[in-house]
């Protein structure tokens, strides 16, 4: 079985400063990072990892291809990725000495996708396949209805939250993960426990996987309730975690695991993740996963 992640592929420029750049201020960077970044590339790095079959689908600019490079060296297949006359996505990321950040995205070819695109790669797809969206490309109506027609199920991360679209494609999702301020927003609830007595009540044919940070991670579908409470360590950078999780979970339950086991074995990989610096560069391996559980309980 294979997952058609369809998602951003981003350059994060990441300057260090002493303080946010002021109008009109100039000022010298104590350091510079170049990463590979975007929901997306995340998100297919911990599918990888974690020993599923992902292709991503997505698009840069030609002069970025060691991006597509350092993907498939993570063991990401890159075939499904078009070349675009627009600039890849970028962020421009000010990152203080208080751990504060100030970020300029811009989408670039992560919004060139074609509907001749989705098709060809969704004419690819077989009975199990799944296709993992995000909220930082275009055409994302339109891939889940194609996929929905094919009957490939889709699994739906909609991240930055945009309200009105997500609730207008909920009915095209079998699987949806939210946080719990994209649940919130969802739904139009200001606290997590009312939220999560709405939830089900509001949408009761949909399945849905809400991460609590700390406080864990909730399972519902229609009566069905599962919780899975999260692992205690030292967190020192927490990007990159919600796309770990995502990653973990979905190929946890690819591979036959049930719920509580999946999202066991995901909290486990995001509490890896956030005791080290960077996103794709400190999502776990399986092994180290594998070692982490034998080693701790929650």
């Not at 698009?59 to 490079?69: E, G, K, M, R, W």
């Not at 509907?115 to 077989?126: F, G, I, P, R």
């Not at 889709?154 to 649940?183: H, R, S, W």
């Not at 999560?196 to 864990?216: H, N, R, S, W």
């Amino acid at each position: 079985m294979t997952i058609y992640n369809v998602g951003s592929i981003n350059l994060d420029h990441v300057y260090q400063l002493d303080h946010f750049v002021r109008p009109g201020e100039t000022m010298a960077s104590d350091s510079y990072q170049c990463l590979l970044g975007g929901k997306g590339a995340n998100q297919s790095v911990a599918l990888a990892k974690a020993g599923a079959e992902v292709k991503h689908v997505g698009a840069i600019h030609p002069s970025n291809q060691a991006v597509l490079d350092q993907l498939q060296a993570l063991g990401v297949d890159t075939s499904l990725v078009a070349f675009s006359d627009v600039a890849t996505g970028h962020a421009i990321i000010q990152l203080t000495k208080q751990a504060e950040n100030s970020i300029i995205l811009y989408q670039g070819a992560n919004h060139q996708l074609t509907e001749l695109q989705v098709d060809e790669v969704l004419s690819q797809a077989q009975s199990g396949d799944w296709v993992l969206l995000q909220n930082e490309t275009n055409l994302i109506e339109y891939t889940m209805r194609k996929a929905q027609s094919l009957g490939v199920k889709v699994a739906f991360n909609p991240a930055p939250m945009d309200a009105t679209l997500t609730q207008k494609v909920l009915g095209l999702v079998d699987l949806l993960i939210v946080n719990e301020v994209e649940a919130m927003d969802l739904i139009g609830t200001t606290d997590i426990e009312t939220t999560l007595a709405e939830f089900p009540k509001k949408y009761p044919d949909l399945a849905v996987i809400m991460t609590l940070g700390k406080a864990g991670v909730y399972y519902f579908y229609g009566e069905e309730v599962v919780s899975v409470k999260a692992f205690s360590v030292d967190a020192v950078d927490t990007t990159g975690a919600g796309d770990t999780f995502i990653g973990f979970c979905l190929s946890a339950l690819m591979k036959g695991e049930d719920m509580t086991q999946a999202m066991t074995r995901a909290c486990a990989a995001s509490a890896i993740c956030v005791t080290r610096l960077g996103a794709a560069s400190a999502i776990p391996t399986q092994h180290e996963v594998t070692e982490f559980l034998a080693n701790n309980t929650q």
